[in-house]
């Protein structure tokens, strides 16, 4: 987790990204929302402990999507849909499956999150039938990749410290 705040935000309480996410955790507003519903938070964007509260909540249900995976690849693939959204994994999963790849690898979706633009119809072709992914085109791959990668960088190096 504590990688991840340091991606996230480099420990700034009040961070907030060009996209509206915001706090340590930059918890986008729909998602403070969902999770405001679905526990006694409701101070998400202003309480740091909330928003910790609230980012290591959405990042358990990220979890729960990829339980066929081990645990280093069910962790990352977690963290990318913290990212993007589970929808562009899962998408990306698809695109593995179809080329017989393992889906529940890390290494296989990395390889296809850039994959999900529209120039690659042709492979959407063989994946889909509406000739499209599922979820609709992603633009946002690099930053996906580099979040992943970045997180358990900087995680090997705090475990090397402790």
Same mark, same amino acid.
């Given at each position: !987790?504590?990688?991840?705040?340091?991606?996230?935000?480099?420990? #700034? $309480?009040?961070?907030?990204? @060009?996209?509206?996410? !915001? +706090?340590?955790?930059?918890?986008?507003?729909?998602?403070? #929302?969902?999770?405001?519903?679905?526990?006694?938070?409701?101070?998400?964007?202003?309480?740091? @402990?909330?928003?910790?509260?609230? /980012?290591? *909540? @959405?990042?358990?249900?990220?979890?729960?999507?990829?339980?066929?995976?081990? $645990?280093?690849?069910?962790? &990352?693939?977690?963290?990318?849909?913290?990212?993007? +959204?589970?929808?562009?994994?899962?998408?990306? %999963?698809?695109?593995?499956?179809? !080329?017989? !790849?393992?889906?529940?690898?890390?290494?296989?979706? &990395?390889?296809?999150?850039?994959?999900?633009?529209?120039? *690659?119809?042709?492979? @959407?072709?063989?994946?889909?039938?509406? /000739?499209?992914?599922?979820? /609709?085109?992603?633009? /946002?791959?690099?930053?996906?990749?580099?979040?992943?990668?970045?997180?358990? %960088?900087?995680?090997?190096?705090?475990?090397?410290? *402790?």
């Amino acid at each position: !987790m504590i990688a991840q705040i340091l991606k996230e935000s480099y420990f #700034r $309480e009040d961070a907030r990204s @060009h996209v509206g996410a !915001m +706090g340590l955790m930059q918890i986008m507003p729909r998602t403070a #929302r969902e999770i405001t519903s679905e526990l006694d938070i409701a101070f998400i964007k202003d309480d740091p @402990h909330e928003n910790i509260n609230a /980012g290591i *909540y @959405h990042m358990h249900k990220q979890l729960k999507y990829f339980k066929e995976a081990d $645990e280093e690849n069910q962790l &990352k693939l977690a963290l990318a849909a913290y990212n993007c +959204g589970p929808a562009r994994v899962f998408d990306a %999963q698809d695109i593995a499956r179809s !080329m017989k !790849m393992d889906p529940n690898s890390w290494e296989a979706v &990395k390889q296809f999150l850039p994959k999900l633009r529209p120039q *690659y119809a042709n492979l @959407h072709l063989e994946v889909w039938a509406q /000739g499209k992914p599922d979820f /609709g085109y992603f633009y /946002g791959s690099d930053e996906t990749v580099g979040y992943v990668d970045d997180i358990f %960088q900087n995680y090997t190096l705090l475990k090397q410290m *402790y």
